[in-house]
C-alpha cells in the first residue's frame, strides 16, 4: 500500500489525543495529505461498539468480551477507513491500535499478550503500522492530568484503580520493547510543544525515509 499506518500509544492522560490533532494539522500544512483517526471507533459501526465496551454500566463484562470486541471495531475500522486511505496514499494518523490491545488486555487484565495477539492477527490480517509513537509517561501523571480536565469523558477504564494502570504501563514497556523496529518512544511528562515537536520530527524523519 502507498500510504503511511502511523500509531500513537500511550496510558490515559499522555496527550496523545491533543497532539495528534496540532500534527494533522501541522502535517497538513506541509503538504501531507493526512487523515486522522481513532480507536475504538472513527466510522459508524465502530463507535456503536465503543460505546457498548466503554459503558460504564456494563460491570459485567468479561476481559475476553472486551477484547475480542475492540477486535470487531478494529477490524471494521480497518476495512472502511484506514485501508482505503492508505490506499489512495495518504498518512493515517491513528489514536491507539493493536498495542492498546496487547496493554490493556493482554497485560493489564491478565489474559496473555500472545493470546491477544492472536485474535488481533486474526482481525487486522497482517496490517501492522509502520511507526507507531508510545507518549511515555507515568500513570500516577497521567491519572493526574486528566483528573484536571473536566471536559473528558469518563469511560468503564477509567474506573479501574491505579494497579490496573501500573500494568498498563508495565505492558507497554514489554510491547514497546517486543516491537522494537517500529516502536519509538516519547517523554510524554515534558511540555505539549517539546512533545509535539520530537513526535512531528520522528514522523517527518519516517515519511521521508519513503
Ligand atoms: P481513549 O480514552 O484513548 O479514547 O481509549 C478508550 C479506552 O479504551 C482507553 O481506556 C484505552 C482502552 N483501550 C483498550 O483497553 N484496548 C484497546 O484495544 C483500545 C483501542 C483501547
Known amino acids: 500500500m502507498k500510504g ?13 489525543t491533543t497532539i495528534l490533532s496540532i500534527l494533522h494539522a501541522e502535517l497538513s500544512k506541509k503538504g501531507y495529505d493526512v487523515i486522522s483517526t481513532r480507536e475504538p471507533g472513527g466510522i459508524e459501526i465502530a463507535e456503536q461498539i465503543r460505546s457498548v465496551i466503554l459503558d460504564k454500566n456494563n460491570t459485567k463484562m468479561d476481559g475476553r468480551t472486551e477484547a475480542l470486541l475492540y477486535a470487531a471495531s478494529r477490524r471494521q475500522h480497518l476495512v472502511e477507513k484506514v485501508i ?42 497482517g496490517l501492522m503500522p509502520s511507526l507507531t509513537l508510545f507518549f511515555d509517561i507515568q500513570p500516577e501523571k497521567g491519572l493526574t492530568r486528566i483528573g484536571k480536565n473536566s471536559q473528558r469523558e469518563v469511560n468503564r477504564l477509567d474506573l479501574e484503580n491505579l494497579s490496573f494502570h501500573q500494568k498498563v504501563y508495565e505492558g507497554y514497556l514489554k510491547v514497546a520493547d517486543r516491537f522494537k523496529e517500529r516502536f519509538h518512544t516519547i517523554n510524554a511528562e515534558l511540555s505539549i510543544e517539546t512533545v509535539t515537536k520530537e513526535a512531528l520530527s520522528v514522523i517527518e524523519k519516517h515519511l521521508n525515509k519513503g
Do not use: M
Not at 503511511?4 to 496523545?16: L, R
Not at 482505503?84 to 491478565?110: I, M, N, T
Open 4 to 16: 503511511y499506518f502511523i500509531t500513537f500509544e500511550g496510558p490515559e492522560g499522555a496527550g496523545k
Open 84 to 125: 482505503p486511505a492508505l490506499e489512495e496514499g495518504k498518512v493515517v494518523l491513528c489514536d491507539r491500535f493493536v498495542d492498546s490491545s496487547l496493554a490493556y488486555q493482554g497485560y493489564a487484565r491478565e489474559l496473555g499478550i500472545d493470546e491477544v495477539l492472536s485474535i488481533n492477527e486474526f482481525a487486522i490480517n
